[in-house]
């Protein structure tokens, strides 16, 4: 074993005899072997600086999680807030000019066909139609009453 080479024997091909150590093939042999240790090296410093990358990834996506929790707790009580005033002022207003709209639209039939083109987005604004009386009212007799007659 050589004390200057830190690999020994091992990287010596098995079949390699004495003699054979200044040929040119050993020599060959040697260059490969060392093009091979230096792809090792190339290697393991490429998956090194992988593991380091990949660390920084993931610290760097845990600081955005955190920063983003922040945010959205702040952002949500913001949320409720505006909800909470449009529901209070805006939604009164807006159902009054549609009951507005709505009123004009029965005058106005041209105004109508406009209006209910919106029904589908102002749907839960619209004041409900009032109940149709039947034509014949005047004729109907009163319901019968369920109690006993007095006596």
Known sequence: MNSSDPQGDLLQPLNASPADTGTKASQETDAIWAH???????????LVALVFLSLGIILFMGK???????????????????????????TPKVRGFVRALQ?????????????????????PFFAPAPPAFPTNVATS???ASPLPPKK
């Open 36 to 46: 091979i240790y230096r792809l090792q090296t190339v290697l393991a410093d490429a």
């Open 64 to 90: 955005q999680m955190t920063t983003i929790r922040a945010r959205l707790a702040a952002d949500r009580q913001s949320a409720q807030q505006m909800y909470a005033d449009f529901q209070a002022n805006t």
């Open 103 to 123: 009123t004009f639209a029965t005058t106005n039939q041209d105004f109508a066909i406009v209006l209910e083109k919106y029904r589908p987005v102002l749907g």
């Open 141 to 143: 007799s009163p319901p």
